[in-house]
């Protein structure tokens, strides 16, 4: 892109996540700041537009002055950025299922009718609901925050979700999970239109990860779904949890719920999605990380623990499911001595 005007629209909404616009807005224009720096002029114009104009509440309470969307665009835009919030996605909460919202309609239908004229469209957290509304993620891959991965897999099955990626491109649709990985998002456009040396530039700047190491996994706190829906499920991973140093193949594991081994096994996938063995894998890794995270026990202390054969195998199970060493993940999320 040779200073040509490249517009960024940030498409914002009563509740919208405040760091969901102001983080990856502030890429572009420290990009916009480096270019100048390198004696080039800047090419990025944002603004921050409404289905009205006005001031929009954030879900933090700080308000943001927004244009009105024009009921058509007159001419092509280059980027329009849909964030999330609970303005069009609602978590489940004690005695309400998650949901999205009226608003997450109204958004895809203006950016239905504005498709054809926007050269890249893109979403940052839950703003992927809005995306998926319009079709434009229909065949194609996708990512949101972490704990909306599965509503947003089973409401959109035609979505092929990638629950573990920070920022997922198919095409000219780019989409991000959860709050902070929008800033990764926008380095990566940044550097698909200015080149490496200027995202560098703005990493450094930012003092942020340039590609930032592991997915979206290891900041979940949860990595094993527990609410199975059924009080036998929810029993056997709390006695899993306790006997992570014994015999947990799937046979005791039946013993332990009162099931044959096969009646068993088709009765446990059924109602997570998933074999007992990888469950017992993912809950010994749990304890591993809430173990780390205390930091008062050395790797090779943890992997006995948690029932590990070795502190190699734990390394690895760390790598499959979180795409970071323990060592890595002790660097991020150890609380300090």
Same mark, same amino acid.
């Given at each position: !892109? +040779? @200073?040509a005007a490249h517009q960024v629209w940030f498409l914002v909404f009563d509740q919208f996540q405040l760091l969901d616009v102001s983080g990856p807005l502030q890429v572009f224009a420290t990009a916009n700041d480096e270019l100048r720096l390198a004696g080039r002029a800047p090419v990025y114009e944002t603004g921050v537009y409404g289905l009205s104009g006005g001031a929009v509440r954030s879900s933090s309470g700080v308000d943001l002055v927004a244009r009105a969307l024009p009921q058509r665009l007159a001419r092509g835009v280059q980027t329009v950025v849909v964030p999330g919030g609970p303005g069009v996605f609602m978590p489940a909460a004690a005695g309400r299922a998650a949901h999205d919202t009226p608003v997450a309609h109204a958004l895809a239908q203006w950016l239905r009718r504005a498709s054809p004229r926007i050269e890249r469209l893109a979403s940052v957290c839950t703003g992927a609901f809005v995306l998926a509304h319009t079709g434009v993620l229909d065949g194609a891959g996708a990512v949101t925050h972490w704990a909306a991965c599965d509503h947003l897999a089973s409401g959109f099955p035609a979505i092929a979700v990638q629950p573990d990626a920070i920022y997922f491109r198919h095409g000219r649709v780019w989409t991000s999970a959860g709050v902070t990985a929008g800033i990764d998002m926008a380095l990566g456009m940044v550097e698909a239109d200015l080149g490496r040396d200027i995202v560098m530039a703005v990493a450094k700047k930012l003092v942020v990860f340039y590609k930032r190491p592991g997915g979206q996994s290891q900041f979940s706190s949860a990595l094993l779904e527990q609410t199975a829906g059924d009080e036998r499920i929810t029993r056997l991973h709390a006695w899993i949890a306790e006997h992570l140093r014994s015999d947990l193949s799937v046979a005791r594991m039946a013993d332990q719920v009162g099931m044959s081994l096969r009646t068993f096994a088709r009765f446990y996938t059924a109602h997570t999605g998933t074999t007992p063995a990888h469950a017992v894998e993912r809950i010994r890794l749990e304890k591993a990380c809430r173990l780390i995270e205390e930091h008062r026990h050395s790797n090779k202390a943890i992997a /006995? +623990?948690?029932? =590990? @054969?070795? $502190? $190699? /195998? !734990?390394?690895? !199970? =760390? !790598?499959?499911h979180l795409n970071v060493s323990p060592k890595g993940y002790r660097e991020r999320f150890a609380a300090a001595d």
């Open positions: !892109m +040779q @200073n /006995v +623990q948690c029932g =590990f @054969n070795s $502190e $190699e /195998v !734990m390394r690895r !199970m =760390f !790598m499959r």
